[in-house]
């Protein structure tokens, strides 16, 4: 999929532009947004990897993170 459309199909997701780059506003957003709490790993990549399945924009966001 085009890194454009990945962005923007993320954004309709968290209902406002945010940095799937960022560390921090990743973490936030699915907090916050989805309820969704990160397993302790490694890295952040690993950590989404590891609850995936939870919701689609945590796939998306992995392949966001993949094609930077």
């Known amino acids: 999929m085009d ?3 990945v962005l923007e199909r993320i954004n309709v997701f968290a209902g406002q532009p945010i940095d799937p780059a960022s560390d921090i506003e990743v973490k936030r957003l699915l907090r916050n947004k989805f309820n969704i709490a990160l ?3 490694r ?3 690993e ?3 590891a609850v995936a399945s939870d919701h ?3 796939d998306l966001i ?3 993170r ?3």
Do not use: A, G, M
């Open 43 to 45: 890295t952040l990549n």
């Open 56 to 58: 689609d924009v945590i």
């Open 62 to 64: 992995i392949q966001y």
């Open 47 to 49: 950590s989404l990897e």
């Open 66 to 68: 993949q094609q930077s």
């Open 39 to 41: 397993p302790q790993r």
């Open 3 to 5: 890194k454009s459309f």
